[in-house]
């Protein structure tokens, strides 16, 4: 499975941005997918998924109420829009999915196999 991240830019504090990932497989809605993050210096840290069955929703704390994920599976895309941005949401943002994915661990970069190429977000002040 390929991943495709796209939609990352320069926003000011307080704006919008929302990521893309499209994905090369085509029962895109067997799979679990995840967005992460990696800030300069930092570890990557998980920010949202989305579990493949029930559609159900996680988020890390930092993001809950501002960011939001989603799919098109018709599309094989799964979506981050992120609202009330902030400074220290600047990084790179990956995408990755994994069809075998447990919810105690969905939370675990390294429990994902297939993972995009990363769309850097900067949020100046």
């Known amino acids: 499975v390929q991943l495709q991240a796209s939609g990352g830019g320069l926003v000011q504090t307080g704006g919008s941005l929302r990521l893309s990932c499209t994905a090369s497989?085509?029962?895109?809605?067997?799979?679990?997918v995840g967005w992460f993050r990696q800030a300069p210096g930092k570890e990557r840290e998980f920010v949202a998924a989305m579990w493949r069955s029930s559609g159900g929703t996680y988020y890390t704390e930092s993001v809950r109420g501002r960011f939001t994920i989603s799919r098109d599976n018709a599309k094989n895309t799964v979506f981050l829009q992120m609202n009330s941005l902030k400074p220290e949401d600047t990084a790179t943002y990956f995408c990755?999915?994994?069809?075998?994915?447990?919810?105690?661990?969905?939370?675990?970069?390294?429990?994902?196999?297939?993972w995009g190429q990363g769309t850097l977000v900067t949020v100046s002040s």
């Open positions: 990755a999915a994994d069809k075998w994915i447990l919810d105690v661990v969905i939370r675990n970069d390294n429990a994902y196999s297939y």
């Open positions: 497989a085509r029962t895109f809605s067997a799979y679990t």
